[in-house]
């Protein structure tokens, strides 16, 4: 098994280091490391560190950093604009979608979104979110954090601001007559991928993304879930992009 991953806010300049704090804890009180073992460090902004436990502490462990290293963003970059679901789809979602390689997650607040993220309920929620982006990254082991970007409930008018701003950009719809399989993708730049909650994209908004300039994909002849069919695209995404 891999090293395990613990996200911290900066690398540390010198090669001796305490790991304390949430991820500290988890460290020598969850996962129960012990000295000699090796665990990755990394700030979530693609600089990573491998290191050696040297002592173990309540809640904490003392490092020796063996190595350290710097990974690339990858490019274009991935966005999924996904339309808040009902229950802890959401969540799964991108929980899903960071595992695979997502760069950014956008809330959409969709005409068909059955939850609503108004006030302090979305603040909470897109905390969710935030957290579930950042353990998914964690378990993962990814030197890049995803962004959860936007307001808590991103209006149809922004990501079609979004949309018109960004390299390339799909909507997914069981109708649609092209499939992501085969479309053209940019080399650079960013890819938006639109994903809508339970009950679909509706027809007014397909109509203001596409004239923003998406292009309504499907991916193939099952309709898919909205807590699976961003993983499943990006998947076919990352595979031809070359990532995997």
Excluded: C
């Excluded at 900066?10 to 090669?15: C, E, F, H, K």
């Excluded at 003392?62 to 679901?85: E, F, N």
């Excluded at 601001?161 to 080399?187: C, K, M, N, Q």
Aim: charged share 25%; net charge negative; aromatic share 4%.
């Amino acid at each position: 098994m891999s090293a395990p991953l613990f996200l911290v806010e900066s690398l540390p300049p010198a090669d001796q280091f305490t790991l304390d704090g949430p991820e500290g804890h988890h460290a020598a009180t969850v996962q129960r490391l012990r000295v000699g073992e090796e665990l990755l460090l990394a700030d979530g902004r693609g600089g990573t560190a491998t290191a050696v436990v040297t002592a173990v502490g309540r809640g904490a462990l003392d490092l020796t950093l063996t190595s350290r290293g710097y990974v690339d963003a990858d490019v274009p970059r991935l966005v999924v604009v996904q339309g808040i679901a009902k229950g802890d789809r959401g969540e799964l979602a991108v929980q899903a979608m960071t595992e695979v390689g997502v760069d950014e997650i956008v809330p959409w607040a969709a005409s068909r979104s059955v939850a609503q993220w108004r006030g302090d309920r979305g603040v909470r929620a897109r905390d969710k979110w935030v957290a579930t982006a950042r353990e998914a990254a964690k378990q993962a082991r990814r030197a890049w954090l995803p962004v959860v970007a936007g307001a808590p409930d991103e209006s149809t008018a922004a990501v079609a601001r979004r949309i018109a701003g960004a390299g390339t950009a799909f909507v997914l719809h069981e109708e649609a007559d092209d499939r992501l399989t085969t479309v053209d993708l940019p080399s650079t730049g960013e890819i938006v991928l639109v994903v809508g909650p339970e009950g679909g994209v509706a027809p007014t908004e397909l109509t203001t993304f596409t004239d923003a300039g998406a292009r309504a994909v499907r991916l193939g002849p099952s309709v898919l879930r909205t807590s699976t069919a961003g993983p499943a695209a990006l998947a076919v995404l990352a595979t031809r992009l070359s990532r995997w």
